[in-house]
């Protein structure tokens, strides 16, 4: 989420590390949702087109308040109790990371 301003550890607007709502986030404006049931591997990925086309969509259509997010569904059990998560965190967190962030802080 880019909210054309730097986002501090404090704000509320700053999500990293918690779970998203969609509701909250975007209201009742469209959203492109992507959902995954895997953690894309490299760029060749399939999936990072998607997500690139994604994002070039929601730049295209800001001034309609077009959202976007990316869920990836890969837990084997709810988050606080599933044993893969720290694993899980740092693999996707590498593959966001080869993601182009445009707009974000």
């Known amino acids: 989420m880019s909210l054309g301003r730097p986002l501090l550890p404090?704000?509320?607007a700053n999500r990293e590390g918690?779970?998203?709502?969609p509701v909250s986030e975007h209201g009742l404006g469209p959203v492109l949702a992507v959902f995954v049931?895997?953690?894309p591997a490299n760029e060749n990925d399939?999936?990072?087109t998607v997500l690139k086309m994604?994002?070039?969509l929601a730049a295209k259509y800001r001034r309609q308040r077009l959202g976007a997010f990316f869920?990836?569904?890969?837990?084997?059990d709810d988050f606080p109790s599933d044993p893969?998560?720290?694993d899980i965190i740092i693999e996707a967190g590498k593959?966001?990371?080869?993601l182009p962030h445009p707009g974000c802080p």
């Not at 918690?18 to 709502?21: A, S, V």
């Not at 593959?95 to 080869?98: K, Q, R, S």
């Open 84 to 86: 893969t998560r720290e």
């Open 54 to 56: 994604q994002q070039d």
């Open 18 to 21: 918690n779970l998203h709502d």
């Open 95 to 98: 593959a966001i990371e080869l």
């Open 10 to 12: 404090d704000d509320t």
């Open 37 to 39: 049931k895997k953690i």
């Open 71 to 76: 869920a990836m569904l890969v837990f084997q």
């Open 46 to 48: 399939p999936l990072f």
